[in-house]
T-cell receptor, first 111, second 116 residues
Framework: AQTVTQSQPEMSVQEAETVTLSCTYDTSESDYYLFWYKQPPSRQMILVIR??????QNATENRFSVNFQKAAKSFSLKISDSQLGDAAMYFCAYTYNDMRFGAGTRLTVKP | GAVVSQHPSRVICKSGTSVKIECRSL??????MFWYRQFPKKSLMLMAT?????????EQGVEKDKFLINHASLTLSTLTVTSAHPEDSSFYIC????????????FGPGTRLTVT
């Protein structure tokens, strides 16, 4: 069974600084998708970034980028120039047939 | 962008009654929808996968007779919690799969169910 592990229950970052959230996963598949979702207090799931496993190039979306290490089954999220609005729960997700989520990391941004 | 709605956003029901939650894809057709349950400060747990025109596939440990799922059209899936009990109180989230597009799921805003 596919599992997704986020080992950092909570992280804190100073405004304008950079923070990296960790995620590892387990799968026997070779072609799959990975996502990072943000869940603010409203609880609406918001897609932050996606990565196709067959692509070697790391995905980037403005201040958000990933470090995808397929062999190591690692998929970390880097948030640059952190903003107060980045404070939320962040979930790493793996999908092949269905989507599996990690336990989440609560990110606090200090002004 | 793809939008998914849920109705109601929150509901309070008495123990023993049934409650229906609707999930709609507003601007696209979704052959597959998913239902998740989220406890406070916890992650999303997949309950079932709903395919249009066929029976839902339930995850292990999810009671199919308690959580009835119907996906009668390409834009609507419903979750009915039957004979609700206080332990069914939770946040329920649906999502719809935009087929052929990176397997990305679009999430509804969720429904908070409280059973008294």
């Amino acid at each position: 069974a596919q599992t997704v592990t986020q080992s950092q229950p909570e992280m804190s970052v100073q405004e304008a600084e950079t923070v990296t959230l960790s995620c590892t996963y387990d799968t026997s598949e070779s072609d799959y998708y990975l996502f990072w979702y943000k869940q603010p207090p409203s609880r609406q799931m918001i897609l932050v970034i996606r990565q196709e496993a067959y692509k070697q190039q790391n995905a980037t979306e403005n201040r958000f980028s990933v470090n995808f290490q397929k062999a190591a089954k690692s998929f970390s999220l880097k948030i640059s120039d952190s903003q107060l609005g980045d404070a939320a729960m962040y979930f790493c997700a793996y999908t092949y047939n269905d989507m599996r989520f990690g336990a989440g990391t609560r990110l606090t941004v200090k002004p | 962008g793809a939008v998914v709605s849920q109705h109601p956003s929150r509901v309070i029901c008495k123990s023993g009654t049934s409650v229906k939650i609707e999930c709609r894809s507003l601007d696209f057709q979704a052959t597959t929808m998913f239902w998740y349950r989220q406890f406070p400060k916890k992650s999303l747990m997949l309950m079932a996968t709903s395919n249009e025109g066929s029976k839902a596939t339930y995850e292990q440990g999810v009671e199919k007779d308690k959580f009835l799922i119907n996906h009668a059209s390409l834009t609507l899936s419903t979750l009915t919690v039957t004979s609700a009990h206080p332990e069914d109180s939770s946040f329920y989230i649906c999502s719809a799969l935009l087929a052929g597009y990176s397997y990305e799921q679009y999430f509804g805003p969720g429904t908070r169910l409280t059973v008294t």
